[in-house]
């Protein structure tokens, strides 16, 4: 039998505050030493829509709401920006469901065991920030999505 290459499924999630054009969240992860949003890897039976509330509420503690974007299909999740995969050592093939959720008001974030630091960063920040590519990428469309209206 070939040896198959573990996958691993996972979500990203960009919270922003301010709408459109306004700030991220970013933590700097402890394991991976980089900054990166708020995601981690699905659970059995989830939808990576699903994974992403979760995802956000439980290292956050914040309740976003997931937009249905202007350029969105029809059928894709809300808040749903894009995919990318990377090699990621023992889990193999890192397969990442990325999105977007807007939060409103003032968040009390309690770094815990995943990161130790974070931040709100807007467009210039983010140019700057010492990350994957992707991530300032992904940034960049989380800041400048625009939500479609009903």
């Known amino acids: 039998m070939q040896n198959v290459e573990r996958r691993a499924f996972s979500v990203a999630v960009y919270a922003r505050r301010g709408g459109t054009g306004g700030e991220v969240l970013v933590i700097h992860h402890n394991r991976l030493g980089t900054w990166l949003p708020v995601g981690g890897e699905m659970e059995p039976g989830e939808t990576p829509l699903l994974a992403a509330v979760r995802e956000l509420r439980e290292e956050t503690g914040i309740e976003g709401s997931f937009p249905v974007l202007a350029s969105s299909l029809d059928g894709v999740p809300a808040g749903y920006l894009g995919y990318e995969e990377h090699r990621a050592g023992s889990k193999g093939l890192h397969m990442n469901f990325v999105f977007v959720a807007d939060v409103r008001g003032e968040h009390d974030i ?11 960063v807007d467009r210039d920040a983010l140019v700057e ?22």
């Open 110 to 120: 309690t770094p815990n065991h995943e990161f130790s630091r974070y931040r709100w």
């Open 129 to 150: 920030l010492p990350s994957p590519l992707n991530v300032r990428q992904f940034g960049f469309l989380a800041i400048d999505a625009v939500v479609r209206e009903p």
